[in-house]
């Protein structure tokens, strides 16, 4: 069976800091592609970051700058540092992992069950 657990959302104020986990199990952690996406109330999910498993990233162009995606194989952890937090970056953050592709924006296989970043103005 299959698991993503997220963990590290919460509340805080604008310009502070927060960093996400997400830990696999049941999956070849190593072999996949990892992303975080968002959504706020209202809007589409949309992906934040993502690591391959070479290391290469890519991020959306809001957060770019900002937040850091890397990721554990030994810990089957992908980790999502954000910095210099804004009053829209509020949303539930999921983390997603996917082997059939290198555009995880594309094709999700299996999601972790969120976590709530609120940042206050």
């Known amino acids: 069976q299959v698991q993503l657990v997220e ?3 919460g509340l805080v104020q ?9 830990t696999a199990s049941g999956i070849i952690f190593s072999a996949y592609v990892l992303g975080w996406f968002r959504q706020a109330p209202g809007k ?5 970051a993502a690591i391959r498993p070479g ?4 991020y959306a162009d809001s957060v770019k700058g ?3 995606i890397s990721r554990d194989n ?3 952890t992908v980790f999502l540092r954000m910095n210099s937090l ?5 949303a539930a953050y999921y983390c997603a992992a996917t082997i059939w592709t290198p555009d995880i924006a594309t094709k999700q296989d299996y999601w972790g ?8 103005s």
């Open 7 to 9: 963990s590290g959302g």
């Open 74 to 76: 030994a810990k089957a």
């Open 14 to 22: 604008a310009g502070g800091s927060l960093t996400l986990s997400c």
């Open 55 to 58: 290391g290469s990233t890519n």
């Open 113 to 120: 069950q969120g976590t709530q970043v609120t940042v206050s």
């Open 44 to 48: 589409q999910r949309e992906l934040v």
């Open 86 to 90: 804004k009053p829209e970056d509020t």
């Open 66 to 68: 900002r937040f850091t």
